[in-house]
């Protein structure tokens, strides 16, 4: 069975790009091209792991952290961002601050065989953590 992915990205080309690298890793990749649909997105579904560019527009992908910290969600964050190192980092500072299950940070433009290898992590993890947990519990 296929998990989902949320790939938040306000770029056509990116989020195409996202769709292909993930449908190859065992993915359904549903996009969002704006905070406001990623957070309608994240009240109403369950995803497996977000995708997140941290510049969205006028807005920002902190809104988006902000938001899983208040849903208490644990969901696999991987950061996909054109953004300075500085503020890349302080992102991820902010997020690990938060609880935020950030399991990377992937630089713009993106090395397809990083994130190949990073959502193949994630889908191993989930197999994982489903073994570990009897379905009892």
């Not at 997140?52 to 964050?77: F, H, K, M």
Request: aromatic residues 4%; contains cysteine; glycine residues 4%.
């Amino acid at each position: 069975m296929s998990k989902e992915l949320l790939a938040i990205d306000d770029a056509d080309l990116h989020l195409s790009i996202l769709r292909k690298i993930a449908e190859q890793a065992g993915f359904n990749t549903t996009g969002a091209e704006s905070v406001t649909v990623a957070k309608g997105m994240l009240r109403t579904r369950k995803f497996d792991c977000i995708t997140l560019d941290l510049s969205l527009g006028e807005q920002s992908g902190i809104e988006v952290l902000a938001l899983l910290y208040e849903l208490r969600c644990r969901t696999p964050v991987i950061i996909i961002s054109a953004s300075q190192d500085a503020a890349l980092n302080e992102t991820v500072r902010i997020g690990k601050f938060l609880n935020i299950n950030l399991c990377a940070s992937i630089p713009k433009p993106v090395n397809l065989a990083l994130l190949r290898q990073t959502l193949a992590q994630v889908l191993d993890d989930a197999a994982s953590e489903e073994l570990a947990t009897p379905a009892s519990w």
